[in-house]
Nanobody, 116 residues
Framework: QVQLVESGGGLVQPGGSLRLSCTAS????????MHWYRQAPGKQRELVAG???????NYADSVKGRFTISRDNAKNTAYLQMDDLKPEDTAAYYCNSWLNSMFNYWGQGTQVTVSS
């Protein structure tokens, strides 16, 4: 049984930082591309960042320079370091592991709220 468990969300003031974690089980983690998506109320889910099995990372323009995605294959965990958070970053954040269309898994989400 595949499980992706996110943690690290919460309430933070503008300009603050959070680090999200996504720990996977039931998959060969090191061969999967890992993504972080987010969905704000009334909006479509959007891709925030991704990191390939080789460690190559990409980011949405809206978070470049502020967010950093990483992975620790020994711990089966992907991370999203979020710095200089803005109110528009408020959303539910979801972890995704992707190998192909048949092997594509999601976590349950963790809420990030940026507010003073």
């Amino acid at each position: 049984q595949v499980q992706l468990v996110e943690s690290g969300g919460g309430l933070v003031q503008p300009g603050g930082s959070l680090r999200l974690s996504c720990t996977a089980s039931g998959i060969i983690f090191k061969i999967y591309t890992m993504h972080w998506y987010r969905q704000a109320p009334g909006k479509q889910r959007e891709l925030v960042a991704g990191i390939s099995s080789s460690g190559s990372a990409n980011y949405a323009d809206s978070v470049k320079g502020r967010f950093t995605i990483s992975r620790d294959n020994a711990k089966n965990t992907a991370y999203l370091q979020m710095d200089d958070l803005k109110p528009e970053d408020t959303a539910a954040y979801y972890c995704n592991s992707w190998l192909n269309s048949m092997f594509n898994y999601w976590g349950q989400g963790t809420q990030v709220t940026v507010s003073s």
